[in-house]
């Protein structure tokens, strides 16, 4: 007998208990919480040891629902568990030790009956109580989450899957809850694809002929082998109990993660389309204006005169706030480490003192907005990337540091302060960039009060990099960001969704011989947000 077979039993061991341990764990930061509770068919166990960086359930479900736009980042918290039944779950302490602690709840998935019908006596009774006892425990532990039954799918492929997807759905229509029934969509797949083709293959090692295990060798773990595919059905077909494991494969679980996901988006996208029905009726608003503007580096003055013709285009367009990028006057020029330290230190100026805050604050008070603008800020031997708050009378209603410098600590000072300001619309907290990538920063702005905030910023940009954090910024702290950044303008809502976005270009710097030229791409946008109160005319 080949030796190999006796190494790889103890990694798997290990594997398992890393996994019950990493998907008991719920990481809130501000996202969606989706919870999957079942048995060895929602947990994919098998499926994990011998693909451990695939896409599992969860993954399916997180990453389907993550290309929708409409949809805040989410969490998928996969607490499925081998051989688990209800009263197993309720009687053996692991619901009071794994579920009932887990924070912030949304939607909570549960799939049993297969393990309930073998191991729960008087099942036809016990199991429809076991499921509204662990529907009520849930109601009392998590009031926010909306519970979802699903039959399961087609396992026994007899009269006993009927048996226990009839109780629940009558479950599901008594206790008035959603309902997932993945069983037709998996049974028309297999239909489609075979009878084999979403289920893995798992027998003895001693059932397959000794002759193939140097093929097989793939497929071997420990004193068992594992295939989630057809590829060796060619050879054992033949062999005891080759297709008699009904466990999904891969491909099963993303045909259950698939339907799931389109199951879960309009449920995700109604509820939210609700609260903020509910959030915004009759709210007053004001209109904010984001200044999208490819820097130029090191070029105080054409950036001043560039931005200053569209701030005076968003006033004309009635934007009562009017906000700028990151550093804008100076063109971040903290990115480039080779210009000389005097010429970059230079480039900073004090405030209100300095000439071209002077000139924001008259061109403010000339067109009675509120502007918040970024700048590099010389207070004596320190430089700071700040953003100024001006009102409508040009006078500087605050200023904010930025914390989080990363690579700009070799020329600038960290601020210590998430400040909050006063405003005619209600109290505005500033952010800078960065600083949006830190909940430690973000949520003192709420602790100090601020309705709403605002990024000028000039880093990651886009639905990939950037985008999801804003979102789950918004939805932690329940409030709304604006973001203005170089290439893009977005908007994202208390409960995490994005309520305005586009993307000008890929860049976020350009020559200044490319001045009006194709990669210029510049705009004012406009968004009508919602407030505490407006002043009167």
């Not at 004001?286 to 200044?291: D, E, M, N, P, S």
């Not at 080779?338 to 100026?349: D, N, T, V």
């Not at 000008?504 to 350009?510: A, E, P, T, V």
Request: proline content about 7%; charged content about 25%.
């Amino acid at each position: 007998m080949l030796s190999f077979r006796r190494l790889i039993l103890p990694s798997i061991c290990l594997f398992t208990l890393t996994v019950a341990s990493a998907t008991a764990r719920a990481d809130h930061d501000g996202k969606l919480q989706i919870l999957l509770m079942g048995d060895s068919t929602c947990i994919g166990s098998i499926c994990r040891k011998t693909d451990p960086n695939a896409h599992h359930l969860e993954d399916v479900i997180r990453d389907l629902l993550k290309a929708d736009n409409d949809i805040p980042a989410t969490n998928v918290i996969n607490q499925g568990r081998d051989g688990e039944f209800v009263h197993g779950l309720l009687t053996s302490g692991r619901y009071d030790r794994d579920i009932k602690p887990l924070p912030g709840l949304d939607y909570v998935l549960i799939r049993y009956g297969l393990n309930d019908r073998g191991k729960r006596k008087d099942f036809a009774k016990n199991f429809p109580n076991d499921l509204r006892e662990l529907m009520a425990r849930l109601r009392q532990d998590h009031p926010g989450a909306e519970l979802i039954l699903m039959p399961t799918f087609p396992y026994f492929r007899d009269q006993r899957d009927e048996d226990i997807n009839t109780i629940v759905r009558a479950v599901a229509e008594s206790e008035n809850v959603p309902l997932l029934d993945v069983h037709e969509r998996f049974a028309a797949e297999l239909k489609a694809a075979g009878p084999q083709a979403l289920t893995y293959r798992r027998v003895p090692l001693k059932n397959v002929p000794e002759k193939y295990h140097l093929l097989i060798r793939p497929a071997i773990y420990g004193q068992q082998v594992i295939a989630m595919g057809n590829r060796y059905d060619a050879h054992l077909k033949d062999v005891p109990g080759w297709f008699g494991d009904r466990h999904p494969n891969l491909a099963g679980y993303h045909v259950i993660g698939d339907e799931t996901a389109k199951f879960l988006a309009p449920l995700i996208k109604k509820r939210l389309a609700e609260k903020n029905a509910a959030s915004t009726s009759d709210q007053p608003t004001v209109r904010v204006a984001g200044i999208v503007l490819k820097w130029i580096r090191t070029e105080k003055e054409t950036n001043y005169q560039r931005a200053e013709a569209l701030i005076r285009e968003a006033a004309a367009g009635g934007a009562k706030i009017v906000v700028t990028t990151e550093s804008f006057l100076d063109g971040y020029a903290i990115a480039d480490k080779s210009i000389p330290l005097p010429q970059y230190r230079a480039l900073g100026e004090p405030i209100p003192d300095g000439e071209y805050f002077k000139k924001l604050a008259a061109l403010a008070d000339e067109l009675d907005i509120h502007l918040v603008a970024g700048m590099m800020e010389a207070d004596n031997d320190k430089r700071y990337n700040t953003a100024v708050f001006i009102n409508p009378e040009g006078e500087l209603v605050g200023k904010y540091r930025k914390q989080k410098l990363q690579h700009e600590l070799v020329r600038n000072t960290p601020g210590d302060r998430s400040l909050v300001f006063d405003s005619p619309f209600g109290k505005t907290g500033l952010m800078i960039c960065a600083d949006r990538t830190e909940q430690s920063i973000v949520g003192r702005f709420s602790e100090n009060g601020a309705e709403f905030l605002i990024c000028p910023s000039g880093g990651m940009f886009g639905p990939r990099r950037n985008d999801p954090i804003v979102q789950s910024r918004s939805r932690q702290n329940g409030k709304y960001i604006v973001f203005v950044h170089p290439a893009e303008f977005l908007v994202t809502a208390p409960d995490g969704t994005i309520k305005s976005r586009t993307i000008l270009g890929d860049r976020l710097l350009i020559p200044k011989e490319e001045i009006g030229g194709p990669l210029d791409q510049n705009r004012v946008f406009y968004f009508e947000l919602p407030v505490s109160a407006v002043p009167g005319p």
